[in-house]
Antibody, heavy 121, light 107 residues
Framework: EVQLVESGGVEVQPGGSLRLSCAAS????????MHWVRQAPGKGLEWVSL????????YYADSVKGRFTISRDNSKNSLYLQLNSLRAEDTAYYYC??????????????WGQGTLVTVSS | EIVMTQSPATLSVSPGERATLSCRAS??????LAWFQQKPGQAPRLLIY???IRATGVPARFSGSGFGTEFTLTISSLQSEDFAVYYC??????????FGQGTRLEI
């Protein structure tokens, strides 16, 4: 059974930093592209970032480019998102999601339960 | 960036009825289109990918169709557990991957 479990969400002040983690199990983690997607409370879904199966390529939404960094450790079956220079508008549930394949042209097949990041003074 | 527009924003239907949800892309998404279901307090769940292929475990009452810029999700006979918010998403031209704003299916 595929499982994705996010952690690391906390309340942080504007300008602060934190690191989110996603622990994967039930599949060969290193074979798949992985994503972060966020959802502000009561709002729609916004894609945040993609990392290729081998970590060799990364992509970001314009809204987070230069502030967020995606990474992975295939030996630990783990995905990460480093969030810097946080703003109030970054407040959201952050989900990790597994691509159906190792290609970027594939649907988001499985999602974690999400972790809440709150940016507030 | 491809803009995805869903209609209607809210759809009121009764159990046992048929529901038809629409999604339009501002430029071609080819068949690289997915549909997700999200219930309150839960993560999104993949229902349909490649515009018309049901994901693992998705009941046959869910079907997807379309190509290019016009897509439809049909639920043939609504069950009580189907009342949720539905999102379409394109993965043809990225980054960014883009979602529609959602259709709320309510009784």
């Amino acid at each position: 059974e595929v499982q994705l479990v996010e952690s690391g969400g906390v309340e942080v002040q504007p300008g602060g930093s934190l690191r989110l983690s996603c622990a994967a199990s039930g599949f060969t983690f290193g074979d798949y592209a992985m994503h972060w997607v966020r959802q502000a409370p009561g709002k729609g879904l916004e894609w945040v970032s993609l990392i290729a199966w081998n970590g060799g390529s990364t992509y970001y939404a314009d809204s987070v480019k230069g502030r967020f960094t995606i990474s992975r450790d295939n030996s630990k079956n783990s995905l990460y998102l480093q969030l810097n220079s946080l703003r109030a508008e970054d407040t959201a549930y952050y989900y990790c999601a597994k691509g159906r394949t190792n290609s970027g042209w594939s649907a988001f097949e499985y999602w974690g339960q999400g972790t809440l990041v709150t940016v507030s003074s | 960036e491809i803009v995805m527009t869903q209609s209607p924003a809210t759809l009121s239907v009764s159990p046992g009825e048929r529901a038809t949800l629409s999604c339009r892309a501002s430029e071609t998404a080819s068949s690289n289109l997915a549909w997700f279901q999200q219930k309150p307090g839960q993560a999104p769940r993949l229902l349909i990918y490649s515009a018309s292929i049901r994901a693992t475990g998705v009941p046959a009452r869910f079907s997807g169709s379309g190509f290019g810029t016009e897509f439809t999700l049909t639920i043939s006979s609504l069950q009580s557990e189907d009342f949720a918010v539905y999102y379409c998403q394109q993965y043809n031209n990225w980054p960014p991957y883009t979602f529609g704003q959602g259709t709320r299916l309510e009784i």
